[in-house]
């Protein structure tokens, strides 16, 4: 069931409008790293956790970011409507579609579910999710230097906030099963190589914690594979050869 409360989280309180950056903000409401994106993925991820628990959190998450994705939109909608139409054609987006928020990017590209990363294993989506957070983190940093308006910046802080908040979750609920710092997961146990790691790009090569310790580390690694087969091919045009001289 969903009940919707009218009022924001946070307050949502444009001073000057400028549809400009309503339309940076449309990467945050249509884009890769947007709240739609988040909601949706979280909310689909939730469907197929097995462990109650971690479903709650998705949920709870999901649907901060669904009310994330509302403040969003209200301050694209201040930006964009409040203002004499001259303005707005200054940002050909809202020109061309009318006052925003659309779900579409920064760029005008249509939000596409391809953004969205899930799938049937939990660690593999709390992972996804720890970059999902990390990107809209950055977006949200790259908006505040570009924003001029002070309520709007307040907003965006407190997004900006929340997706930090958010990782930590993530990364504590991954720790809790162990895989927060475990890579493996799943039920197919990986073959000898899991501990090699191949120096393959040589000249000003270096050493760290990634490389060293447990890693086997390889400074000239060897093709071991031998030469696959040559393609099968008749219906491929042929080099005609002269006879031998
Ligand atoms: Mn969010
Ligand atoms: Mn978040």
């Known amino acids: 069931m969903f009940s919707h409360v009218k009022e924001t989280i946070m307050p949502v309180d444009v001073r000057e ?8 903000l ?23 956790v097995e462990d109650a628990s971690l479903r709650d959190m998705l949920q709870d998450i999901a649907l901060e970011e669904f009310s994330h994705l509302e403040m969003v939109g209200k301050l694209i909608a201040q930006h964009t409507s409040k203002i004499d139409q001259s303005k707005v054609y200054e940002a050909p987006i ?12 920064s760029q005008g590209s ?6 969205v990363n899930e799938g049937g294993n939990v660690v593999r989506d709390l992972r996804a999710n720890i970059a999902s957070e990390a990107g809209a983190r950055q977006t949200y940093e790259a908006l505040i230097k570009h924003c001029r308006d002070e309520g709007t910046k307040r907003t965006l802080r407190h997004l900006l906030t929340r997706e930090i908040t958010h990782a930590d979750m993530f990364m504590k609920a991954l720790d809790s099963m162990g895989r927060l710092t ?7 146990q990986p073959d000898d190589t899991v ?37 099968v ?8 050869r002269l006879a031998a001289e």
């Open 94 to 105: 809202f020109a061309v579609k009318g006052i925003g928020p659309h779900l579409i990017d």
């Open 110 to 115: 249509a939000w596409s579910a391809s953004y």
């Open 195 to 231: 501990n090699i790691v191949f120096n393959l790009s040589h000249g000003d090569d270096h050493r760290g914690p990634w490389n060293q310790g447990n890693f086997r580390y390889v400074e000239n690694p060897r093709a071991e594979g031998g030469l696959p087969p040559a393609p």
């Open 17 to 24: 409008p400028d549809a400009r950056f309503g339309q940076f």
């Open 26 to 48: 449309l990467e945050q409401f249509g884009g890769a790293t947007g709240e739609l994106t988040a909601a949706l993925q979280y909310w689909v991820q939730s469907f197929h």
């Open 182 to 188: 475990d890579p493996f997961f799943g039920t197919v």
């Open 233 to 240: 091919n008749p219906d491929d045009e042929k080099i005609h």
